[in-house]
T-cell receptor, first 115, second 117 residues
Framework: DTGVSQNPRHKITKRGQNVTFRCDPISEHNRLYWYRQTLGQGPEFLTYFQNEAQLEKSRLLSDRFSAERPKGSFSTLEIQRTEQGDSAMYLC?????????????FGSGTRLTVV | DAKTTQPPSMDCAEGRAANLPCNHSTISGNEYVYWYRQIHSQGPQYIIHGLKNNETNEMASLIITEDRKSSTLILPHATLRDTAVYYCIVRVAGLGAGGTSYGKLTFGQGTILTVHP
């Protein structure tokens, strides 16, 4: 197991297009998180899943954003009708410990550039 | 979750100890102090966490003041590879009602630590 995998690493898209990112967590981890990070800022929470259930969504997650984790394994984050303000690094993390006391494992992120 | 305050940047000489401070004066009794770091172009990496006792692991030591209003992360022998942004986060650990809220981490802007040769 090589950790949390995110694909693609980089994505350039035109404004108005839809994009989808994929996250493969560590296989036995039941919790999966999505964060967004803009330049010079710390990561911001977007949403998280416990198995296939989406338990919390940030107000940052507008109706153009949707996340799924259909079988409780990998997850996808889709952004519809992209805007320039969506340009950011999208980070995925996973954890096994139900209380997440011992930290999450983050992937290396998908960098989105909207032109 | 309580807010934290960290200096925006710090320097350290290679081989010396790096001491990164964090203020969390509004911390509650059930909130832990977590430290993460983020090396350029990578996702954040968990370092250490603690409630009120000092903690040490293979990466670092965490010193929490008796009143819990501040803490210090210590990298005992900093190397060039320790150059990163270090985030101090205060968070309730465990499950909240309905399994919500306690899962997420709230990051600030962190401290940029630069280790010099």
């Amino acid at each position: 197991d090589t950790g949390v995998s995110q694909n693609p690493r980089h994505k350039i898209t035109k404004r108005g297009q839809n994009v989808t990112f994929r996250c493969d967590p560590i296989s036995e981890h039941n919790r999966l998180y999505w964060y967004r990070q803009t330049l010079g800022q710390g990561p911001e929470f977007l949403t998280y899943f416990q198995n296939e259930a989406q338990l919390e969504k940030s107000r940052l997650l507008s109706d153009r954003f949707s996340a799924e984790r259909p079988k409780g394994s990998f997850s996808t984050l889709e952004i519809q009708r992209t805007e320039q303000g969506d340009s950011a690094m999208y980070l995925c993390a996973s954890s096994l410990d139900p209380y997440a006391n011992y930290g999450y494992t983050f992937g290396s992120g998908t960098r989105l550039t909207v032109v | 979750d309580a807010k934290t305050t960290q200096p925006p940047s710090m320097d350290c000489a290679e081989g010396r100890a790096a001491n990164l401070p964090c203020n969390h004066s509004t911390i509650s009794g059930n909130e832990y102090v977590y430290w993460y770091r983020q090396i350029h172009s990578q996702g954040p990496q968990y370092i250490i966490h603690g409630l009120k006792n000092n903690e040490t692991n293979e990466m670092a030591s965490l010193i929490i003041t008796e009143d819990r209003k501040s803490s210090t992360l210590i990298l005992p022998h900093a190397t060039l590879r320790d150059t990163a942004v270090y985030y101090c986060i205060v968070r309730v650990a465990g499950l909240g009602a309905g399994g919500t809220s306690y899962g997420k981490l709230t990051f600030g802007q962190g401290t940029i630590l630069t280790v010099h040769p």
